[in-house]
């Protein structure tokens, strides 16, 4: 029983991390100045998560106003990135599950 809570509160604290990093944000919630080449590499890679969360919240999956074509460059390679990221977390946790 021990083990099966501990997979369930893992679980539970890999979902609210991951909603907690698809929010975008938005023109008014920047204080540093506009998303650039990194900040699109991150958008890019939580993109994937964000799209769904979007069916449920009104956030935005793309940062407007936004550094230009590095913000675009790094968006697009984040999105490719995400991809595989996504396959190798999975890996990952089920080699996780299967070991414990």
Do not use: E, Q
Request: charged share 5%; with cysteine.
């Amino acid at each position: 029983m021990n083990r099966n809570f501990g997979k369930i509160v893992l679980l539970g604290l890999t979902a609210l991390l991951l909603t907690g990093c698809t929010f975008a944000g938005d023109s008014s919630a920047l204080t540093a100045g506009t998303p650039g080449f990194l900040m699109g590499i991150w958008h890019g890679i939580v993109a994937p998560y964000t799209l769904i969360v979007r069916f449920f919240l009104d956030i935005k999956m793309y940062a407007v106003p936004n550094g230009g074509l590095g913000y675009d460059v790094g968006f697009l390679l984040g999105i490719i990135g995400a991809i595989p990221l996504g396959w190798l977390a999975t890996l990952i946790s089920i080699a996780f599950f299967l070991l414990a």
